[in-house]
C-alpha cells in the first residue's frame, strides 16, 4: 500500500520561504512521476509541479522560478522549495505520485496516490 505524508506546512510572511517534504512508503518514488498540487479555500485544486523519474521538472507558470522540486532517494522523498512566497500562494499543498505520465500532468486524476495535505498561509 502506498501511503505519503506531507509535512513542512506553516505560516509565513509574505517574500519568506518555506520547504515542504513529501515522505513515501510503499512505491519507490524515483520509479515514478511525483506532483504537488494546491488547493485554497473555494478554488479547484491547481497544478504546482513535477518531477518525472528521470529528475526533469516542470511548474506551473505561476510558481515558476520561485518554486523547485528535488528528491532524496535515499529518504524516498520528495521536497517542493518554495521561495518567494506571495499571499496568493496560501493553500493546502498536496503531493501525488502517478505510475506514467506524459500528458495531462495538471490533471489530479492523473495520479494515484494522494497525501492528506499541508497547509501553507503566507500573510503580506
Known amino acids: 500500500q502506498v501511503h505519503l505524508v506531507e509535512s513542512g506546512g506553516g505560516y509565513v510572511q509574505a517574500g519568506h520561504s518555506l520547504r515542504l517534504s513529501c515522505a513515501a512508503s510503499?512505491?519507490?518514488?524515483?520509479?515514478?512521476?511525483m506532483g504537488w498540487f494546491r488547493q485554497a479555500p473555494g478554488k479547484e485544486r491547481e497544478f504546482v509541479g513535477i518531477m518525472w523519474s528521470g529528475g526533469n521538472t516542470y511548474y506551473a507558470d505561476s510558481v515558476k522560478g520561485r518554486f523547485t522540486i528535488s528528491r532524496d532517494n535515499a529518504k524516498n522523498t520528495v521536497y517542493l522549495q518554495m521561495n518567494s512566497l506571495k499571499p496568493e500562494d496560501t493553500a493546502v499543498y498536496y503531493c501525488a505520485t502517478a505510475p506514467r505520465i506524459r500528458v495531462g500532468v495538471g490533471v489530479p486524476t492523473n495520479y494515484d496516490y494522494w497525501g492528506q495535505g499541508t497547509q501553507v498561509t503566507v500573510s503580506s
Open positions: 510503499g512505491r519507490t518514488i524515483s520509479n515514478y512521476a
